[in-house]
């Protein structure tokens, strides 16, 4: 995928190393991606594919023994090896992050009125009424009942979507440029996550922000964004138009998380489909492709490098050597 | 390790007494009283000619016979109690937390204080004043551990199982907090020795002629424009100690559990 | 150790805030003064009951009949136990604790004297604590495994094991043996202002916080590095705050709870470890005439001291108890 030069957020050749309890670890290789203004980005993945981390990398709130190479760009400022004092003037004012666990991501000290105000106070420079007022519009604005008389109130009288409203508030009180939503709605009952999903679609949509979401789950990426990118073992490995990606899966573990995913309607006694093997472990991922071990069309030149990014459409990339012949099986997978 | 190792030294210490020690630590011999370092006396004599290496070394056996004495009351009395509120709840449970939370209010000290205004200091009043000193932490991390272990699943298949409190205390509730308690208790031992040491040094545990390191201390202050150095061995000895059982007490943890051990 | 469950079952309060807190300190009032009847039974039973005749053991064992009878009355020991008990608690309240049989001097007055010299060495001992314990363990914990913070921590582990009576000891050594600048004990009185006493109680009060300080260091460091692990932290990160700011606007208040906890503890010790160090610097405070007491048979002066130092610790435990309600929003009656 090229970048251009309108590329609001531009990620090229993102390298994480980190240490483990297992030993330093790249946890990730070769991610590349831009995002345009206005733009909605879907990163997907199992758990320790490494998109929490490039998202945490994209906020520069790694672990102060991780080591970042590549670049990251924002409006062409690059954000790889900012200062510390440079990059707390962009988090939570030009870009900014809603977090998985509303039930732990709020101080239970601080009252949430403070917390959603706290943002604009620290870069708006506004005064505290302002700010005052501002939160409460914002706590309005993300449906939390009575804001104004809650304003004082402290997280733990809140439910869990409640919470996440809150902090949803909070990561748009400066109206950033590029919203985080790492899987925003993961910790929460079945029954609030759309509600939740769409107040995130609306406010983009109304602020014209551009947003990144980060899932595990195929149904909530296929729904919520305009282009997503498949990661595993640290790295992309297919990337595309939402629409492309789902009407021709070009990358052997795509179609497996498709496989994978439980679907309502389906006819009793239908075994879910399963990837063989495990995720590896982000201490010992093989020189080569990181999904070798699972994929049942591996060859041997898979496992000498990592392979290439190949183009099989407009903007549809993958990053895999026998993509020829993945695409010729049942993408939907029912035989499989 | 080097817990481990500071530990077995005083040990090593306490029973080679029992054995040999260089000289006799009860004999007295003013005419070689105060004596500075020498072959003869490695780390020289005291005000009565004893000899400070044997003084030590004797000093040793009744710090950890006090030590051990009033920890098994401590944990006896405390774990039970513990164990107890866990698996009781309700008003017992109230009821013990109750009383370890009062028993907070007397330090060691306190407890001899009054113990030795009523029956005279010696080593049964320090014993008895850290052993009901070590009581209430005991209570408290047996009835934390304990009542996080009940709400563990496996407890409720027990129940399910049909098995009683008592049973599934014995079978499953101890085995789980074992580690636990055994860090806690060598943490203790290490806060016994420190308290023998302070009761002794007042006067109030261990009486002369039998030596013990609080109360070279006492007799070393008297002197200490004279010949400082005898102040500084005794409680160099005890700081030793000390220092090992809580590194031992550290590694034990480290060893047996741990999730515990990768935070710190 | 299971703190995090904590944050996930609180309900919902069901007062209002005044009512909440009047019944909350209500029933911690009745706890304490439960407590405190408790310990004065106890003691009461100790050492009035258990030894017998007072007035045998006072004058000795060789003293005629006669004169132990005249003196039994004259104590008022000939009356029943429960009658003795009451008559002591209505002194305690009304603070007239009867005569010293040493001294014949009222009691309350010898002690009030010898409090002169106690409570600002307890306080003044406590304050060096307190700032030791947090500037180390905040510094520390801010450091985390870099040199300082394995440097200062080794240094804690070594003050923990030190006896403070024997730390005493050598502070004199050095200060008043080798370099001469204090004296080696004694204690002038505040008569001749307050610099000439301030000055004897300055080695004594250091030898007490130093190793109370090395405890509470760690527990402050470990307390800041768990909520430092808190995903509150990562939110305060992504809003904009520097490291700093986070550290004291959001992290400081979470952790105080386990310090204070410590601290309110370590206020036993403080007491029983004044008690020593007057015997070691022969400062005329409670300590000392608790022991000149004990040499005396004079149990009335015990008793009543004793009393003093175990109430003194239950009120500063029940002021850390209603402290906790003030700092943490969360904790709510029914916890209590």
């Not at chain 1, 981390?53 to 690059?78: C, F, K, M, Q, Y």
């Not at chain 1, 602020?207 to 640290?234: F, K, T």
């Not at chain 3, 604590?129 to 495994?145: D, Q």
């Not at chain 3, 204090?182 to 916080?209: C, H, K, Q, T, Y």
Request: glycine share 8%; charged share 15%.
């Amino acid at each position: 995928m090229t970048a251009g030069d309108q590329a609001l957020l531009d990620v090229s050749n993102l390298g994480i190393r980190l240490d483990t309890s297992r030993g330093p670890a790249q946890a990730v290789r070769e991610v590349s991606f831009a995002l345009r203004r206005g733009e909605t980005l879907g990163i997907v993945g199992e758990s320790g594919c490494g998109k929490s981390i490039t998202a945490l990398a994209l906020l520069g709130l790694l672990p102060d023994s991780a080591v970042v190479s590549g670049n990251i760009r924002l409006d062409g400022r690059e954000l790889v090896g900012l200062a510390e004092a440079d990059y707390c003037t962009l988090r939570g004012n030009r870009i900014s992050m809603i977090f998985q666990e509303p039930m732990t991501a709020l101080n239970p000290m601080h009252t949430i009125g403070h917390q959603v105000a706290e943002p604009l106070l620290r870069h708006t420079g506004c005064s505290a009424t302002e700010a005052k007022r501002q939160a409460i519009a914002l706590l309005d604005r993300v449906g939390l009942p009575d804001p104004a008389r809650r304003y004082d109130a402290y997280p733990h009288q809140f439910s869990g979507g409640q919470r996440q409203r809150i902090t949803i508030a909070m990561a748009l009180a400066c109206k950033p440029d590029v919203l985080i939503a790492d899987e925003p709605t993961t910790a929460l009952d079945v029954t609030i996550q759309r509600q939740i999903l769409d107040l995130i679609a609306d406010l983009v949509a109304e602020q014209g922000m551009a947003m990144i979401l980060i899932s595990h789950d195929l149904g909530v990426i296929a729904e919520n964004v305009q282009r997503m990118i498949v990661m595993y073992g640290g790295t992309v490995v297919e990337s595309g138009t939402t629409d492309a990606v789902f009407s021709r899966m070009g990358h052997p573990y795509t179609q497996g998380l498709f496989r994978a995913r439980p679907r309502l309607g389906a006819r009793k006694g239908t075994r879910l489909a399963t990837i063989a093997g495990t995720v590896p472990e982000l201490a010992d991922l093989p020189a080569g492709c990181p999904f070798a071990d699972r994929c049942n069309l591996v060859v041997d030149a898979c496992r000498t490098a990592l392979p290439p990014v190949a183009e099989i459409g407009a903007g549809h990339a993958v990053r895999c050597i026998r993509t020829d012949v993945a695409l010729t099986r049942d993408p939907v997978g029912v035989i499989a | 390790m080097v817990g481990a190792l500071l530990c077995l030294l005083v040990l090593g210490a306490a029973l080679l007494s029992l054995v040999w020690t260089p000289w006799s630590a009860y004999e007295i011999d003013v005419a070689a009283k105060l004596r500075p370092p020498s072959a003869a006396h490695w780390l020289g004599t005291d005000v009565l000619g004893r000899d400070i290496v044997s003084l030590l070394l004797v000093g040793a056996r009744a710090t950890i016979l006090v030590g051990i004495i009033a920890v098994g009351i401590g944990l006896t009395c405390g774990v039970c109690l513990g164990l107890i509120a866990a698996a009781q709840r309700g008003w017992t449970e109230e009821l013990i937390m109750r009383f370890s939370d009062f028993t907070f209010a007397f330090p060691a000290v306190l407890s001899a204080i009054m113990l030795a205004a009523v029956i005279g200091p010696g080593m049964v009043t320090s014993i008895t004043a850290i052993g009901i000193f070590q009581i209430p932490v005991l209570v408290r991390v047996t009835r934390g551990s304990a009542g996080a272990i009940w709400a563990r699943e496996f407890i409720l298949a027990a129940r399910a199982a049909g098995k009683g409190r008592v049973r599934i205390t014995i079978e499953h509730v101890l085995p789980n907090i074992l580690s636990i308690l055994i860090v806690q208790a060598t943490i203790q031992f290490a806060l016994a020795i420190l308290a023998e040491a302070a009761l002794s040094y007042l006067g109030l545990g261990t009486q002369p002629p039998q030596p013990s390191w609080g109360r070279m201390l006492n007799d070393a202050q008297t002197l200490l424009f004279q010949s400082p150095s005898l102040a500084v061995y005794p409680g160099a000895a005890i700081a030793l100690a000390v220092l090992g059982l809580n590194l031992l007490g550290d590694g034990l943890r480290d060893l047996l559990d741990p999730r515990l051990a990768r935070q710190r | 150790m299971h703190r995090g469950l904590k944050l996930w079952n609180v309900r919902p309060p069901k007062f209002g805030a005044p009512a909440r807190m009047s019944v909350f300190l209500l029933r911690r009032c009745l706890t304490l003064l439960a407590t405190l009847v408790g310990a004065s039974l106890i003691i009461f039973l100790v050492l009035d009951a258990l030894p017998g005749n007072a007035a045998q053991m006072l004058m000795g064992a060789d003293a005629s009949p006669d004169a132990v009878r005249a003196l039994t009355v004259k104590l008022g020991l000939d009356q029943p136990l429960a009658l003795r008990y009451l008559h002591w608690l209505r002194g305690l309240v009304v603070g007239d604790l009867g005569n010293s049989y040493a001294y014949g001097t009222p009691v309350a007055e010898l002690i009030r004297e010898r409090l002169a010299m106690t409570i600002p060495l307890a306080i003044l001992a406590m304050l060096l604590t307190t700032v030791l314990a947090l500037a180390a363990g905040i510094y520390t914990a801010a450091h985390h495994n870099r040199l300082g913070d394995v440097g200062v921590m080794s240094l804690t582990q070594i003050g923990i094991a030190l006896p403070n009576f024997w730390f005493a000891i050598l502070l004199i050594l050095l200060f008043a043996v080798k370099l001469q600048w204090l004296s080696a004990g004694g204690f002038p009185g505040w008569e001749d202002g307050i610099w000439p006493g301030l000055r004897s109680l300055l080695l004594p009060a250091v030898a007490l916080a130093v190793v109370q300080a090395a405890i509470l260091a760690r527990v402050t460091r470990s307390a800041v590095l768990d909520v430092l692990r808190e995903d509150f932290v990562r939110t305060a990160r992504a809003k904009g705050l520097t490291k700093r700011e986070v550290l004291w606007q959001h992290v400081l208040r979470n952790a105080m709870i386990p310090v204070l906890t410590v601290m309110g503890l370590q206020f036993a010790n403080l007491l029983a470890g004044t008690i020593v160090i007057e015997n070691v610097f022969y400062l005329p405070g409670l300590g000392r005439l608790i022991f000149q007491s004990i040499a005396n048979r004079d149990l009335i002066v015990v008793r009543n001291c004793v009393m003093l130092l175990a109430g003194m610790v239950i009120i500063v435990n029940f002021v850390v108890d209603v402290l906790y309600a003030v700092i943490d929003p969360r904790i709510k009656v029914h916890e209590l």
